[in-house]
Nanobody, 115 residues
Framework: QVHLVESGGGLVQAGGSLRLSCANSGSISGFGRMGWYRQAPGKQRELVATITSGGSTNYADSVKGRFTISRDNAKNTVYLQMSSLKPDDTAVYYC?????????WGQGTQVTVSS
């Protein structure tokens, strides 16, 4: 059974940085596309960034140049380094894994950016 657990969220001032981690257990390490999505109050869940098993990345325009996604296949973990945070980045951030046609989600971690 695949289990994704996010960590690293919290409260930060605008302009600050945070690093989110997502530990993945139960899946085949290194396979599949992993990503981060976020959902702000009253809004739909949106893509933040994804990374393939080969390391190809994709970012939402709103985070390009500020966020970096990476993965450590040996640790079966994906990271999201967030810098120059803005109040608009406030949301619950969810880790995702797409593997062999199935989508898996973590429980989410809250990121709050104060102005």
């Amino acid at each position: 059974q695949v289990h994704l657990v996010e960590s690293g969220g919290g409260l930060v001032q605008a302009g600050g940085s945070l690093r989110l981690s997502c530990a993945n257990s139960g899946s085949i390490s290194g396979f599949g596309r992993m990503g981060w999505y976020r959902q702000a109050p009253g809004k739909q869940r949106e893509l933040v960034a994804t990374i393939t098993s080969g390391g190809s990345t994709n970012y939402a325009d709103s985070v390009k140049g500020r966020f970096t996604i990476s993965r450590d296949n040996a640790k079966n973990t994906v990271y999201l380094q967030m810098s120059s945070l803005k109040p608009d980045d406030t949301a619950v951030y969810y880790c995702s894994l797409t593997q062999f046609g199935y989508d898996y989600w973590g429980q989410g971690t809250q990121v709050t950016v104060s102005s």
